[in-house]
């Protein structure tokens, strides 16, 4: 069974759509994370909930909204889609966010033409 | 602000031959370091990682330690195989409310039979 799971794997979409990543953890942590990686290969975290609650919030255009229904998922939806946003996209998850071992999915591919 | 910078890529070695990726850092604290490998078409493992000065992590043959008056995490391996063909991350972490972690770019590693 996949610890961190991702879907979709490949996102190719058109400049200005809306698009939600969705990740489910099934390892019973409190803490799950999204993280990019440019094209640069430099991965950047973006947003951390703990039990449903946002704890870090970087500086991240507002059209990226994170969603936390429990804290086995937490989504991430991209409004009015930008070309910059053409990425790939990694879910991460850790127990109660103060343990230096975060769990990966194993990403998201984003491509906005 | 916090940063990790390591050597570029990509990095091609035969088999049994001694590796070395090094790896920097900047830090305000005293933060924890961490190796991530990356296998293809998987998310980011936790491979090693030190969490004090002069500390050395150890894992699947991989070496690392925390050179605080050099800032530097340097991997290390005296034989590599083939299956440790992958992409090699390194990271600081700090805590900011929950784990977060700072990744270098990566170095993709390519070992030939």
Known sequence: DTAVSQTPKYLVTQMGNDKSIKCEQNLGHDTMYWYKQDSKKFLKIMFSYNNKELIINETVPNRFSPKSPDKAHLNLHINSLELGDSAVYFCASSDRGLTEKLFFGSGTQLSVL | GDSVTQMEGPVTLSEEAFLTINCTYTATGYPSLFWYVQYPGEGLQLLLKATKADDKGSNKGFEATYRKETTSFHLEKGSVQVSDS????????????????????????????
């Open chain 2, 86 to 113: 992958a992409v090699y991350f390194c990271a600081l972490g700090i805590i900011q409310g929950a784990q977060k972690l700072v990744f270098g770019q990566g170095t993709r590693l390519t070992i030939n039979p």
